[in-house]
T-cell receptor, first 114, second 115 residues
Framework: EAQVTQNPRYLITVTGKKLTVTCSQN?????MSWYRQDPGLGLRQIYY???????DKGDVPEGYKVSRKEKRNFPLILESPSPNQTSLYFC?????????????FGNGTRLTVT | GDSVTQMEGPVTLSEEAFLTINCTYT??????LFWYVQYPGEGLQLLLK?????DKGSNKGFEATYRKETTSFHLEKGSVQVSDSAVYFC??????????????FGAGTRLFVKA
């Protein structure tokens, strides 16, 4: 089954403790992206990747890092999480970079930073 | 820059009522427009899309028409069901403006349908 898989689904952590949220897609998609969803703000893009070793900042990159060492994986790293990073996070992928095919989303990771 | 504005929710309807969720956009180029739906506990999934002016996207009884003159892409359904309860997001993607790197989402509209 074609899918985007995120782990974990739920994560509670404390300020400053490094964490990684994993994302993997099995569709051989070029483009991958991370979003955060906050009430009243919709989805805001954190980082995106156009292919292996090619990443760039989205609208809200501060406090986050990403890597794309393999085409299928695109982990989101919070080196020193803070309470304002408490949010619902989604990974998404799309077949090509520059077309208008729809995004495929994972089921989300709800992060709480205390 | 490009933006999407959709009506605030929540919207509460009785089963079999008519649904409209308004969406307007601002874009410098010629965007493609999307409606995504998010059911509880799940990620977003594509509901329908339209890629050029006057196109009508449709799926599962939902429809939306790309209106360039009013920069709108309103979502409609003639008779909603309890199972349509979800959050609906209007979105645009404009490769000529952002190189296709960004899909811009509205804030989302929560729909509750009562039996």
């Amino acid at each position: 089954e074609a899918q985007v898989t995120q782990n974990p689904r739920y994560l509670i952590t404390v300020t400053g403790k490094k964490l990684t949220v994993t994302c993997s897609q099995n569709m051989n998609h070029e483009y991958m992206s991370w979003y955060r969803q906050d009430p009243g703000l919709g989805l805001r893009q954190i980082y995106y990747s156009m292919n292996v070793e090619v990443t760039d900042k989205g609208d809200v990159p501060e406090g986050y890092k990403v890597s794309r060492k393999e085409k299928r994986n695109f982990p989101l790293i919070l080196e020193s999480p803070s309470p304002n990073q408490t949010s619902l996070y989604f990974c998404a992928s799309r077949e090509w970079v520059t077309d208008n095919s729809p995004l495929h989303f994972g089921n989300g990771t709800r992060l709480t930073v205390t | 820059g490009d933006s999407v504005t959709q009506m605030e929710g929540p919207v509460t309807l009785s089963e079999e009522a008519f649904l409209t969720i308004n969406c307007t956009y601002t874009a410098t180029g010629y965007p493609s427009l999307f409606w995504y739906v998010q059911y509880p506990g799940e990620g977003l999934q594509l509901l329908l899309k339209a890629t050029k002016a006057d196109d009508k996207g449709s799926n599962k009884g939902f429809e939306a028409t790309y209106r360039k003159e009013t920069t709108s892409f309103h979502l409609e359904k003639g008779s909603v069901q309890v199972s349509d309860s979800a959050v609906y997001f209007c979105a645009l993607s404009d490769p000529r403006d952002t190189g296709g790197f960004k899909t811009i989402f509205g804030a989302g509209t929560r729909l509750f349908v009562k039996a």
